[in-house]
């Protein structure tokens, strides 16, 4: 069963960093999935943020978090991060990690972009980023 929990999201000014981790209930398969990070501001539908391969090969980034946010996995214990710098109001979301179970596709390792190409989800962490 793959069930991830996210935590690290906060209360916090602009301009601040946070760090967000997401595990899995099963740790040993963490390094079979590609991971995902989507947040949900309200009112809005959820986006995609970052994604990584299972190997950490390559990562994948919204127009919008390039060069602030950082997405990383440390597969031996079995957590996926998301450093965010310089946090902006519209930052401001909840934040869910995503696993996907077919980690490849004909040969090539894959990290979607798109919330339906991913399996299991987290229940999400608040992120609020104040001005």
């Known amino acids: 069963q793959v069930r991830p929990v996210e935590s690290g999201g906060g209360l916090v000014q602009a301009g601040d960093s946070l760090r967000l981790s997401c595990t899995v209930e099963?740790?040993?398969?963490?390094?079979?999935?590609?991971m995902g990070w989507f947040r949900q501001a309200p009112g809005k539908e959820r986006e995609f943020v970052a994604s990584i391969t299972w190997d950490g090969g390559s990562t994948y980034y919204a127009d919008s978090v390039k060069g602030e946010f950082t997405i990383s996995r440390d597969n031996a214990k079995g957590t996926l991060f998301l450093q965010m710098n310089n946090l902006k109001p519209e930052h401001t979301a909840v934040y869910y990690c995503a696993a996907r179970g077919e980690a490849v596709v004909r040969g090539v390792a894959v990290a979607p972009q798109s919330a339906s190409e991913y399996d299991y989800w987290g229940q999400g962490t608040q992120v609020t980023v104040s001005s």
């Open positions: 099963s740790a040993r398969f963490f390094s079979a999935y590609a």
